[in-house]
């Protein structure tokens, strides 16, 4: 839609009906394999990398916070 050339479609609404009336259901997931393919890497990466830090910060504040902190933590 932010690409067409003149007044192609009224709304999203519209774009909608008429990519599934030319193209068919499957048309709005064009890009989601492609999408997925670059997400998902990122996505696992990114949450490994978050419970690795709290499994550190949790061990690290074992060692270095005082025992009567760590009662109320």
Same mark, same amino acid.
């Given at each position: ?28 997931? &064009? ?5 997925? @393919? $670059?997400? !998902? *890497?990122?996505? #696992? ?9 709290? &499994? ?5 504040? @074992? $060692?270095? !916070? *005082?025992?009567? #902190?760590?009662n109320?933590?």
């Amino acid at each position: 839609m932010y690409n067409q050339d003149g007044n192609l479609y009224k709304g999203i609404f519209d774009c909608l009906s008429k990519t599934v009336k030319t193209e068919g259901v499957l048309a709005i997931y &064009k890009g989601f394999l492609p999408h997925l @393919a $670059r997400i !998902l *890497p990122h996505t #696992i990466l990114t949450l490994s990398l978050a419970e690795q830090t709290n &499994k550190l910060m949790r061990k690290f504040e @074992a $060692r270095v !916070l *005082p025992s009567s #902190i760590k009662n109320n933590v």
